[in-house]
């Protein structure tokens, strides 16, 4: 396969490293929208501490507070009046997926032309990329979803129920602080979360991705084992900086690029998941918990010694033949247990999540990618009929 890539992220990791945010943030800016979620970045000293910095580096900082879990696109609009209003000239999300993503396409939106849902892709026949954005800036502070060193970004228009992403060239941070300290006050049902989106990163592209790409297999099983070996330590002891460390290490590296570079994967299980999150607001990792091993078995029917492979490689498992069905199926078990005993969930009821709207999710993920037969994109490309079944075998 032919393929060119490119990360233009500058990473800087490392604990402590937060402290260099306001000599970082000057080279590219003097007046920074400084985006934040909720308030743990209040509750844990870690806006304070950013604020002493950059405004000793002379930066001027105009806040945006309150971006939401699954961000919405009011938010967005919201925080791209500030930053137009104020003459902000670069924008630094601080916090977890949902603010840095809210970030990205608050810098790309400031001079976007129309409406910023249409950056969005949501089934539209025109998918209008943003080509310019502020320079933006990216802090960290939960270890998942790897938006802090990649150019896309993941919106939902509460107005319509759509959740869906943009990925853009323009969306690229200048600058990745990942300092692992800010992810210890991470409660432990959301660093599981973020363990398992983590891992679905990489086996999307191994599963859906092109064969014969033996080193990107190797990259993907080397984070799935990463993470499961650190990951439960930074579950049981969220004080422990080195799970911390190399756990945020693994989420950056499986959505920056280096995983899926010539695989040329699909993201099923996401698209699936965007849409209950869109629906039922639940958090990204829970919805990927219950979605991947249920996505995983449906799968495995069509490709048993991809499954199989895993299941050797991952779990240790020996194989009596290539397409050993029993150990592919084994394997599919022991990582639904994983995720079980981190504390994800792995039913659609225990997100309170039952089978009324089942054909209506399989509808609305279909409308938002599909190719030429109207299925969603994988290995195998999936009609509603079969996400159905998918979300059913899952309830
Ligand atoms: O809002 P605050 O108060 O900051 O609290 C958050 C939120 O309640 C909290 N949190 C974050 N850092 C914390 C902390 N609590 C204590 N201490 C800290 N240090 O955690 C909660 C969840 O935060 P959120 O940002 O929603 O989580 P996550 O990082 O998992 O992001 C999820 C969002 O990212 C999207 C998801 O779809 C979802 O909207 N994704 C973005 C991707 C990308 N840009 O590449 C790819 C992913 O696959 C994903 O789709
Ligand atoms: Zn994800």
Request: hydrophobic residues 40%.
């Amino acid at each position: 396969m032919k393929f060119e890539f490119e990360n233009p992220t500058h990473l800087v990791f490392g604990a402590g490293t937060l402290s260099q945010i306001g000599e970082i943030v000057r080279k590219h800016g003097k007046k920074a929208l400084l985006v934040t979620g909720g308030g743990s970045v209040k509750r844990n000293g870690t806006f304070e501490r950013a604020l002493s910095s950059l405004n000793a580096a002379g930066v001027t900082v105009i806040e945006c507070a309150g971006v939401e879990p699954n961000p919405r696109l009011s938010s967005v609009m919201r925080g791209a009046q500030i930053a137009r209003d104020e003459g902000c000239d670069i924008v630094i999300g601080m916090g977890g997926g949902s603010t840095m993503d809210a970030a990205k396409v608050m810098a790309a939106a400031v001079n976007y032309e129309g409406d910023p849902w249409e950056m969005i892709i949501h089934g539209q026949d025109n998918w209008r990329l943003p080509t310019s954005a502020l320079p933006i800036i990216t802090v960290p502070t939960l270890a998942a979803t790897g938006s802090e060193m990649n150019g896309g970004a993941v919106v939902t228009n509460e107005k319509t129920t759509v959740k869906s992403f943009v990925i853009a060239k323009c969306l690229y941070p200048r600058v990745a602080i990942v300092d692992p300290e800010l992810t210890l006050s991470v409660p432990p049902d959301q660093t599981a979360f973020g363990i398992c989106d983590l891992i679905t990163h990489v086996t999307e592209s191994y599963f859906n991705g092109a064969d014969g790409t033996p080193l990107q297999d190797r990259f993907a099983e080397g984070v799935i084992l990463t993470a499961m070996e650190w990951g439960p330590k930074a579950v049981t002891d969220g004080n422990n900086l080195e799970a911390r460390a190399q756990v945020q290490w693994a989420s950056v590296v499986a959505l920056n690029g280096w995983v899926q570079v010539g695989t040329a994967g699909a993201f099923p299980v996401h698209i699936i998941e965007h849409v209950l999150s869109a629906h039922h607001d639940i958090a990204h990792g829970a919805g990927l918990s219950v979605v991947n091993p249920a996505w995983m078995r449906f799968a495995a029917q069509t490709r048993p010694a991809r499954f199989a492979r895993f299941a050797q490689r991952i779990f240790g498992l020996s194989l009596k033949h290539p397409d050993d069905r029993d150990a592919a199926m084994e394997g599919i078990d022991r990582f639904e247990a994983f995720l079980h005993s981190i504390g994800c969930p792995t039913r659609l009821s225990q997100l309170e999540i039952g089978d009324a709207l089942l054909e209506r999710y399989a509808h609305d993920t279909v409308h938002i990618i599909h190719d030429g037969e109207g299925h969603l994109p994988g290995r195998p490309p999936m009609s509603e009929e079969d996400i159905v079944e998918i979300l059913r075998s899952a309830l």
